[in-house]
């Protein structure tokens, strides 16, 4: 076993240090790719060729790996392409399954395979891009030409950038799986195996073999669907539980940032306004110096911050406020200087704790907008006292398109690695258990029972498993091997006692049937040849395939072992009517007949004595029924046709042959040929037609068998 176990160790290590090496250029070829296409100001990326030679040749692993670490290392110097990492592991797993499938064989599946990967690069990091950045982003290669396209006029801002990235994307991984399967061609074909990823625990199966153990061993739902499952959900719920309180405090901590931006601006929009003429509206006009630099000073701070949507200054009197100055967002309501706003559009109670404290806390409402909060800070006059107060209302629909960026950055970072979890879980799963349990499922479910070469062969097959995961399935494989062991052992010792039983068993049937024979001086070898003509007869009638439903191994076997048994019944005949030299009278006939009625009540008697005794049912059929007829003349019941048991029918050829051809007190032997013209003669009429047939097939077999024993019984 330790030989097995280093065995298997130095293949993996062999497998595994191709497998990196192929990782590495994976990689290298991706950076280099990118770098040259930028270099070259080539409009494509270039930048998955090494993932997909990776995933076709390394299997799902490597090529996942590959995909994730080019944009991680691109994303050194360009932190945007981190959130692409997505793409490319899933282009990998594509490229992977294509390839196993055979896809790229034919220029249809290269086609099938090539829109795959737009769908995956253009489609999915359009929209990628879209949720991102939006049509804003020009930085692209696909920029320019989604600027081109809805300079046209024809679609929107999305569906241009769509267009531009579909495009860009069809051209670049039509050259990336040309390249791929280029490059994958140059390499020999018996290298190839060597780079992918196989964390075999055992030894390697073909794929035929690999392809027998993946099929579905149980009733429902298999091991593998299982793992999947399982592994699937738990690393799910972590992900959306891990996604979801990232996204809440991330609101939060964006919501008090807004907060925190808003009150910082109230506080620089306080100050930006001599309180001096709140008094005077008219003075603060468009001509007023004071007046043009603070509102310019608000336009800078509203630029500063997209989530505001009014900077405010204003003085309180009169149950109302009146607006010094104003600026609003584009498409704002646009307050006027000298606007007056009553009170109860105003929060009152916010503005007179203003009033009273100097302070109050953000103010939240709803409109048709949306969420707002409204932010308030005084304005003191030379004497410190309230002169009026700036206050800065800010939108909540920023926050929610900050979310929105969030959880795409969130998703589009950990959905890449989430798919490598699971397919190293699985993966592990696979080699570790479920290969392993099939394997030895397999193994066991074919072993074979009935035949020493094929249980030797079975116990040899499960011992070259060599399965050395190190835990608790080596341990079941151990016991799997230790238990078939024994059980071919016990077998072959139980075999060999049972054949020694047989053998001593058809010994005393023998022995029983001369003593019965030698009884009667005239009958010879009698049971001997009548077993070998019988046998003769049931090996030609399954040639010709009759009787099929009865003609069982086990049937003939039967047959053979208990013809000798078939005139058992005379042991209760008289000797001297048994050794009489002359015919028998028709009282004497009667005597005789009884015979076979006599024999089957012997053996019923040991069917009785017996609890298992299924097998004796032929001898007592041979016994009792062998002296009956087709046409129903026989004795002792006059069965006619097939409700004589055809081991009694086979039978009645080989006792009248034998007879024949044998010497007796009372007549001289037949000839073979007479003998077989008698046996002719008497079919459809004493014999059945196509026992009869049989018997003529293999007339040279029964010419052999007469003559050896007339030759015995000669010397």
Known sequence: ??????????????????????????????????????????????????????????????????????????????????????????????????????VFKKVPGIICGILIFTLIGGGLGSVLTWLLYGFSFGSGISAPLAHYIHDSGSVGEFMSQFTADMLIDAADKTVSVLAALLIIRLIPERVRPRFFLAGWKQSPNSAAVEGALKQKFSRSVSLRSKVLLMVGISALIVAVSATALGCILYNRSSEEDLIKEGRRTAVLAAGALDPRGFEDIASLDDRSEGYSQAETFLSRLMAGDDAIERVCICSVDDGAYRVILSTDAPGGEGRLPGDTVPFSQAQPPELFGLYDSGHTEPVESKDRDGRHISIFEPVYDSYGRTAGCAFVDISMRQLAVRQTVFLTKVVSLFLGFFILTVTVCIWLAEYNVILPINAMSLAAGNFAYND???????????????????????????????????????????????????HMQNGLIT??????????????????????????????????????????????????????????????????????PGRLTDEEFARMKEHTSAGGEIIARAIGAMSSSDYLDEAKNLASYHHERWDGKGYPNGLSGEDIPLSARIMAVADVFDALVSRRSYKEPFSFDNAMQIIMDGSGSHFDPRVTQAFMEASEEVRRVAEEFSRAAAE
């Open 452 to 502: 020493e070469r094929a249980r030797e062969s079975s116990l040899n097959g499960i011992k070259e498993l060599e399965i050395v995961t190190g835990d608790e399935i080596e341990h079941l494989y151990l016991a799997l091997s230790r238990t078939t062991e024994d059980t071919v052992r016990y077998i072959a010792d139980s075999q060999e006692k049972r054949e020694a039983i047989s």
């Open 1 to 102: 076993m330790e030989r097995e176990i280093n065995t298997a160790s130095a293949v993996r290590r062999q497998g595994l240090k191709y497998t990196l090496i192929l990782c590495a250029a994976g990689t290298i070829l991706n950076i280099v790719g990118a770098r040259a296409a930028l270099f070259f100001g080539v409009p494509l990326f270039l930048d998955c060729i090494g993932t997909m030679i990776t995933a076709m040749l390394g299997g799902y692993i490597p090529g996942i790996a590959v995909g994730y670490l080019t944009n991680i290392i691109n994303g050194i110097s360009d932190p945007t392409t981190a959130y692409y990492g997505t793409l490319g592991v899933l282009i990998a797993v594509s490229a992977s399954y294509l390839y196993r499938k055979g």
């Open 511 to 580: 022995v029983l049937a001369d003593m019965v024979e030698s009884r009667d001086k005239s009958t010879g070898d009698h049971v001997r040849k009548t077993a070998a003509y019988a046998n003769i007869i049931m090996k030609q009638l399954k040639k010709d395939d009759l009787f099929k439903d009865v003609l069982t191994d086990e049937f003939m076997e039967n047959v053979s072992n208990f013809a000798p048994l078939h005139d058992v019944g005379k042991i209760n005949i008289p000797d001297a009517l048994l050794n009489k």
